[in-house]
């Protein structure tokens, strides 16, 4: 190895220690090779010094996105408890922490409850949601709490072009600092100039301070022929898909190579997942066959751009995720796609966007042969509509036109925001006699 690590350290240490502002540092892990080099390096580092000296607290900050890759995240998260055991075992300041995205920004709240369409170049909105929202929020807690916080970020300027001049462009001259675009943040990036063939070649030579080996991430390389997907904490972060370890449902990129690796390297229980990523594609570009063409809450969209899914479309890829979940817990991988309460969530939202014809649990009871009941929506809804049915003389095509109605009502009671309203339900009468007339 060229690269001396041990001089990385010992600047590890120097920054640690001569610090006048005991900031706290907070490092971005992900479980692959860079951000599990930087917390083996700092960890080295801090063991090298006296306790008495450890006068800062590093939190080791792992963002789920309750969508990644199930095999990887069973990796990641015995990786955690590892490292959770050896820092109570050896005392250390070190505090893990799992970040995950608010139930109203979840993947598939927004996809399946709201309709959008699979994310892609033009139209990224999951990174935001997903990613940079739940990281950015714990940073901006320690930020108000000590007033400043370090960032350590596993970038290396062998990895790319681009990420090598993002480095240098925020880097302040003399110092190891670079800023962050959050006021009052900074970021360390100890492992900048160590290559690819210096890193494996360290975490090949030596074992991870919290116990065990580094053979399974390096057999997971080997068959995923990819990389991990860094703590994402701006928009210029580039996409996971393609060569990198990340979301299951990446529809930004074109190919998901490192699953379709797995899948050919014998983890065959996650074809259901590459058939729905394939399928969100799909349904994403058919826009004619598969999205309205009104916007949400029956906006007038220009000529040429397509809203939401349609409430078929919705009903189709929940029971796609649905049936994968079911084939995949009968597997030794048995992992969960999609939680109770995001269910609960999009049929909420379903009920919001007038969506009566299609029910959670109607999709649920038929793929797991069970009775699964949304409780209070479920009721309350039910009545509405019994309700509705027997005002309109059974007339379908009426309370389905007073359903949408409402649902663009209570849209704008949620937001607290009434203005439009009336010319909002004046377009959705418009649709229905639109639709009546090709009748």
Known sequence: MNIDFEYIESEIIDQYLH???????????????????LLQLVWNALSKIKEVSWSRDIYVVCNDTLVENPRIVDFIERTLKSVEKAAIRQDMPVHVIRTRPRLEDTFWLNLIGKGYPAPSNMFRWCTERLKINPTTRFITEKISEKGEAIILLGTRSDESATRARSIKKHAIHGQRLRKHMLPNAFVYAPIKDISTNELWQYLMQVSPPWGGNHNELVTLYRNANSGDCPLVIDETTPSCGSSRFGCWVCTVVSKDKSMDALIENGEAWMEPLAEIRDYLVEARDNK??????????NRQLPEGQYGPYKASIRSHILEKVLTAQEEINKTEAGTQLISNQELIAIQVQWYRDGIFSHKVSDIYNKIYNKDFKMGKHDEKFKKEEELLSKVCNESTEQVELIQRMLAVQKAKTLMLRKRGLQNELENVLDQYLIEKDKK
Request: aromatic share 10%; hydrophobic share 20%; net charge negative.
């Open 19 to 37: 610090d006048d502002n005991p900031r706290p540092w907070i490092i971005g892990f992900s479980g692959g090779k860079d951000s599990t080099l």
């Open 288 to 297: 004619e066959e598969y999205r309205e063409k009104v916007g949400r809450g």
